[in-house]
């Protein structure tokens, strides 16, 4: 089945700098790979999403990029704002109503 | 419109009883999807159903787990013989197409 790794578990940024996170995958079948943000207590909100058929996505200030050859993808959030901070998870999926795997998550504090 | 509700929001219940979740996926959704989320972990699927199909029953991590939905709307999650790892959110999803829309989960201690 698919395993999904995401990296870094933790990371730290100053406010109106750049956050990074990376994800890889192992199913060459999988096609659609969305991003997720999960607020303390909260549900997981997709936040933004990318199929195979494209290399990179952007929406304001945040964007995707998907390397599907060596089956990796990553979020890009600039200018980072105090309420960026939260969990954010990658996963990815066959697409077509199929489930999803995610990876383990990624805990961003913006420090003001 | 209503997105996805769950409920109870939060129940707790002694080691060995049953219980049941329950959740309202979106109105038009064809798929509804439970997953399980441990304090501080990620996601884990469970079980999903996608229209008349029989369920992808593969995530469910033992045969104390069970799902049904009924009319292709409303699903609840049993839980037979509740055993102390079993405490975790439960979160259930709906979809139409690829995008999947969480409900608020459902906190369950077992006790």
């Known amino acids: 089945g698919e395993n999904v790794e995401q990296h870094p578990s933790t990371l730290s940024v100053q406010e109106g700098d750049s956050a990074v996170i990376k994800c890889t995958y192992s199913d060459s079948a999988s096609n659609y790979f969305p991003w997720y943000k999960q607020e303390l207590g909260k549900r997981p909100q997709l936040i933004i999403d990318i199929r195979s058929n494209v290399g990179e996505k952007k929406d304001q200030r945040i964007a995707v990029t998907l390397n599907k050859t060596a089956k990796h993808f990553s979020l890009h959030i600039t200018e980072t704002q105090p309420e960026d901070s939260a969990v954010y998870f990658c996963a990815a999926s066959r697409g077509g109503n199929e489930k999803l795997t995610f990876g383990t998550g990624t805990r961003l504090t913006i420090i003001p | 419109g209503a997105g996805v509700s769950q409920s109870p929001s939060n129940k707790v219940t002694e080691k060995g009883k049953d219980v049941e979740l329950r959740c309202d996926p979106i109105s038009g959704h064809t798929a509804l999807y439970w997953y399980r989320q441990s304090l501080g972990q990620g996601l884990e699927f469970l079980i999903y159903f996608q229209g008349n199909s029989a369920p992808d029953k593969s995530g469910l991590p033992s045969d104390r787990f069970s799902a049904e939905r009924t009319g292709g709307s409303v699903s609840t999650l049993t839980i037979q013989r509740t055993q102390q790892e079993d405490s975790a959110v439960y979160l259930c999803?709906?979809?139409?197409?690829?995008?999947?829309?969480f409900g608020p989960g459902t906190r369950l201690t077992v006790t």
């Open positions: 999803a709906s979809s139409l197409g690829d995008e999947q829309y």
